[in-house]
């Protein structure tokens, strides 16, 4: 059984790692820690794990985390670096906050404004990679690494989206468009004036638009690797809705000459069929956020627009399990060496 510690206990990413890991059949949490929330009980936070009522929130700082044999930090952007460095008594951290997920520190700068730390190796497995020799997926950088970048939720649900068609050379990824229907859960539980149940019931209100969302450079830099060139342009815009948890993104891009639908099809479908958190829906079906809240799955549509010389791709997922915590699990049990599936649904919860 590994021990392990989850800090920023009290937020929506921190509860659903604890959701999650709570039904772990080899990971056990033996502590959670806070800022504000510190000594409290955790049941007063997260009233919905009642498995995890004997547990109190402790300080979140180096001395209470390290010597586990694996730390969750679901801390605010730019929080957990300073804590990161200072672990070196614990074989495997996991960040599931944007500290450790860009390579280039240029883009981290102009992005988020602080100084960049050290890229960890980035937690999204059925990314498709190419390599000098070929394709593989990101799930075989994650073998026995030591330090896991979870993904960004919208940066996730756009890589997994269009990659198949980069990887496979049919699509022209530096034309891309993403626009997604977002839950204002994705935002954590900080107090923000758009995110009111006032402001969002009922409509639908746009937000970091005209390139300027964090979440661009990581889905960049997913396209580089599935081998679009340096910086490719991404036209991203998300769009919160008033559902609380879920990610619908559309995506399209431009199809090289004489691509087929079939062949469209074909790649997409070859992309994913070994995969069991990412399914691709039979022709003329669509996905629904509904579908997937509580599991660890995306669920994609593939078609053509023939007229306008573009694939279209529907994808959906639940931001805090595939998207944040869900994904950071998977990643674990990938880098210690059991099966990738342990304490993750593919079922989503019926309406």
């Not at 509860?15 to 929330?37: F, K, M, N, Q, Y």
């Not at 999204?124 to 073998?143: A, D, H």
């Not at 998977?330 to 990738?340: D, K, T």
Request: proline content about 7%; charged content about 20%; hydrophobic content about 40%.
């Amino acid at each position: 059984m590994f021990r392990a510690a989850v800090a920023g206990a009290s937020g929506y990413a921190g509860g659903e790692l604890l959701r999650i890991l709570a039904d772990h059949p080899r990971i056990e949490i033996v502590t959670v820690t806070g800022h504000s929330s510190a000594g409290d009980p955790l049941i007063k936070h997260q009233p919905h794990l009642r498995s995890l009522a004997h547990l109190q929130i402790q300080e979140t700082s180096a001395e209470v985390l390290d010597g586990h044999d694996i730390v969750f930090f679901a801390l605010p952007h730019g929080a957990s670096a300073r804590l990161t460095k200072q672990l070196v008594k614990t074989p495997l951290v996991v960040d599931c906050g944007a500290d450790h997920r860009l390579v280039s520190p240029e883009a981290w700068e102009r992005f988020y404004g602080s100084e960049h730390s050290e890229p960890w190796t980035y937690g999204v497995p059925e990314l498709l990679i190419k390599t000098e020799t070929g394709e593989i997926k990101q799930r075989e950088r994650l073998r026995d690494t030591k330090r896991i970048a979870a993904p960004g939720c919208n940066a996730s649900t756009v890589a997994l989206a269009i990659t198949p068609g980069v990887a496979a050379g049919i699509v022209d990824p530096d034309d891309t468009v993403a626009t997604l229907a977002v839950g204002p859960s994705g935002a954590g539980k900080s107090a923000k004036t758009e995110l009111l149940a006032a402001e969002i019931m009922g409509s639908a209100h746009p937000y970091a638009v005209g390139g300027v969302h964090r979440h661009i450079p990581e889905i960049q830099q997913s396209l580089e690797w599935a081998g679009a060139k340096p910086q490719p342009r991404l036209c991203f815009t998300p769009v919160l809705v008033p559902m609380s948890r879920g990610i619908l993104a559309t995506v399209t891009a431009p199809l090289k000459p004489g691509v087929s639908p079939k062949r469209v099809r074909e790649v997409w479908e070859s992309a994913y069929r070994d995969d069991s958190f990412v399914t691709v829906l039979p022709e003329g079906v669509q996905p629904r956020t509904a579908d997937v809240v509580g599991s660890n799955s995306c669920v994609m549509s593939v078609q053509v627009d023939q007229a306008a010389g573009r694939v279209v791709v529907v994808a959906a997922i639940d931001n805090l399990v595939k998207g944040t915590a869900g994904a950071a699990v998977q990643s674990v049990n990938i880098a210690l060496g059991i099966p990738e599936t342990t304490g993750l649904q593919q079922n989503g919860v019926a309406p």
